[in-house]
């Protein structure tokens, strides 16, 4: 029997990354991605937005923290984790996308192709 664990999204970054260094220093960057799709509510249309949080690891997070700031649009693949802990004693969880790709899809100021204007188009 197979099986698959695969998230692909498009979307704007909520904030800018966060590159921190955990105690084996192993690099690993954090940020957010919202997500909207309008959906038909009665005769109206209405717009949802669904946030993910995203986390890198490795060489990956190193090169892709620079380049994610605030409102910049991203496509990221990767997996989904869901992970738990303990609080005051309540359980909290959390869903995060483990990202394997990232890629930039803003251009930046001048136009032009994007992809000539990173340095390397997917980060991996």
């Given at each position: 029997m197979a099986n698959l664990n695969r998230v692909m999204i498009i979307g704007n970054a909520?904030?800018?990354?966060?590159?921190?260094?955990?105690a084996n220093g192993t690099p690993q960057a954090k940020f957010s991605v919202a997500v909207n799709h309008n959906?038909?509510?009665?005769?109206?249309?209405?717009?949802?937005t669904t946030w993910f949080n995203v986390v890198l690891w490795g060489d990956t997070a190193e090169r892709v923290?620079?380049?994610i700031t605030k409102g910049a649009q991203?496509?990221?693949?990767?997996r989904l984790q869901t992970r738990s802990w303990d609080q005051d004693g309540t359980k909290h969880y959390m869903t995060e996308i483990i990202?394997?790709?990232?890629?930039?899809l803003d251009r930046k100021e001048g136009g032009?192709?994007?992809?000539?204007?990173?340095?390397?188009l997917p980060f991996k």
């Amino acid at each position: 029997m197979a099986n698959l664990n695969r998230v692909m999204i498009i979307g704007n970054a909520g904030k800018d990354s966060e590159l921190r260094y955990n105690a084996n220093g192993t690099p690993q960057a954090k940020f957010s991605v919202a997500v909207n799709h309008n959906r038909k509510v009665g005769d109206k249309w209405e717009s949802e937005t669904t946030w993910f949080n995203v986390v890198l690891w490795g060489d990956t997070a190193e090169r892709v923290s620079q380049y994610i700031t605030k409102g910049a649009q991203v496509y990221v693949e990767g997996r989904l984790q869901t992970r738990s802990w303990d609080q005051d004693g309540t359980k909290h969880y959390m869903t995060e996308i483990i990202g394997q790709t990232v890629q930039l899809l803003d251009r930046k100021e001048g136009g032009g192709d994007p992809a000539k204007e990173y340095d390397s188009l997917p980060f991996k």
